[in-house]
């Protein structure tokens, strides 16, 4: 299953320089892991760094729901943010 990976041009190092990138598998997960990812988005613990905003076609943050384990269906988006603060 294809799925599009897509970061904000200032986080183009968790893809290797790209801003949009095709990974393959079931979860949110295996995707990140197709592309050599997912150990650049989690914390040691395996958790999602908490700087990063994962959300699949823009539905909000997948930390809410089941994490890295979140279901994903061929063609969907995975973006990834760094969250901002301040003001």
């Not at 290797?16 to 295996?30: L, M, P, R």
């Not at 995707?31 to 613990?45: C, E, F, G, K, Q």
């Amino acid at each position: 299953m294809s799925v599009t990976v897509k970061v904000i041009p200032a986080s183009c190092g968790l893809l290797d320089g790209q801003s949009e990138a095709q990974g393959n598998g079931a979860t949110v997960g295996e995707v990140l892991s197709s592309l050599a990812a997912r150990d650049r988005v989690t914390d040691p613990n395996g958790k999602i760094r908490r700087h990063l905003n994962i959300s699949i076609n823009d539905a909000g943050d997948i930390r809410f729901s089941a994490g890295l384990d979140t279901r994903v269906a061929d063609d969907d988006t995975i973006t990834i943010r760094s969250a901002l603060a301040g003001g």
